[in-house]
C-alpha cells in the first residue's frame, strides 16, 4: 500500500498483541461493556426525540394551569379561609 495505509498483515499483528496483553475474557468484557454503553446512548437519544415531538400547546397548558382544574391543596386552604 500507499503512505500511510494500513494492510492487512499489520492489522493482523496488532490483533495478536492485543489478544496477548488483554486475554480473550477480558476483550470479551469490554466489548460487552462498551455495546451496552451505546445501547444506553441509543435508547436515551430515542426518549430526548421523543420528548421533543410532543405538542407544545399540552405541555404549556399543564405548567400554566389553564386547564381549569383546581389542586386539591389549593382547593382545601380556600375552603379553610371562607
Known sequence: M???GISIWQLLIILVIVL?????KRLKSIGSDL????KGF?????EHE???TK????EEGAAKGDDGVIP????A???DKV
Open 72 to 75: 386539591a391543596a389549593t382547593a
Open 55 to 58: 405538542p407544545k400547546k399540552l
Open 77 to 79: 386552604k380556600d375552603k
Open 20 to 24: 496477548l496483553l488483554f486475554g480473550t
Open 35 to 38: 455495546g451496552n454503553a451505546v
Open 2 to 4: 500507499g503512505m500511510g
Open 42 to 46: 441509543r435508547s436515551a437519544m430515542t
Open 50 to 52: 421523543q420528548e421533543d
